[in-house]
């Protein structure tokens, strides 16, 4: 497998612009991670689902951010509209059901907001 | 509520040990994880904790105090490699996500 594999590696938007994320977890993997990493937070959790349910939306900061799951091996973090704040490095991660196992990260898509 | 601390920053000399701490209080705990995550890269596994004591893989050792609420992460024989941000991570209640501290950044110098 291939690993987690996540689009655009890097994105420039203007302030006010739609951007959308893309993540394709490991196959077999019942859940999938958003998180966001930046200097002053470290690693936040975004969303998360299980076998494609959203689980836990809380760590969204607010309604400018969704997230979908339309089937197993496909993702979407949407920001819109864009602001300068988003910009951050955003990690998806996947991982097996069992509680003990690792969750595997994607490269991640580093977001510029100007 | 959750936190996990651990310090900002570390260095250490080539050929040495460190020891990396973290504390943590969570609601619920189904194990403790170390990450490293080197400069513009994702984070990679690197232990993985559930019952006290020491849990040791090459140059890493992990250990973990559920009592309280306490880890380090221990690297030996220092390289030049392990220049690295460590990142925390502790599993809460069951079926939820990793729950990561700010991570500690190491720099190994020769």
């Known amino acids: 497998d291939a690993g987690v594999i996540q689009s655009p590696r890097h994105e420039v938007t203007e302030m006010g ?6 993540c394709k977890p490991i ?16 690693l936040e959790l975004l969303i998360y689902f299980n076998n494609n349910v959203p689980i836990d ?16 091996s496909f993702s979407t973090l949407k920001i ?8 951050a490095v955003y990690f998806c991660a996947s991982s097996q059901r069992e509680l003990n196992t690792e969750a595997f990260f994607g490269q991640g898509t580093r977001l510029t907001v100007v | 509520g959750q936190n996990i601390d651990q310090p900002t920053e570390m260095t250490a000399t ?8 973290c504390t943590y209080q969570t609601s619920g705990f189904n194990g403790l994880f170390w990450y490293q995550q080197h400069a513009g890269e994702a984070p990679t596994f690197l232990s993985y904790n559930v019952l006290d004591g020491l849990e040791e893989k090459g140059r890493f050792s992990s250990f973990l105090s559920r009592s309280k609420g306490y880890s380090y992460l ?10 690295a941000s460590y990142l925390c991570a502790v599993l809460g209640q069951a079926g939820t996500a990793l729950i990561f501290g700010k991570g500690t950044t190491l720099s190994v110098s020769s």
Do not use: C
């Open chain 2, 14 to 21: 080539e050929g040495t040990i460190v020891q990396i701490n």
């Open chain 1, 27 to 42: 196959s077999g993997h019942d859940y999938l991670f958003w998180y966001r990493q930046t200097m002053m937070r470290g």
């Open chain 1, 57 to 72: 939306d809380s760590g969204m900061p607010e309604d400018r951010f969704s997230a979908k799951m339309p089937n197993a």
């Open chain 1, 17 to 22: 612009q739609e951007v959308t994320l893309r």
């Open chain 2, 74 to 83: 221990l690297l030996k024989e220092l390289q030049m490699k392990d220049s």
């Open chain 1, 80 to 87: 819109q509209p864009s602001e300068p704040r988003d910009s």
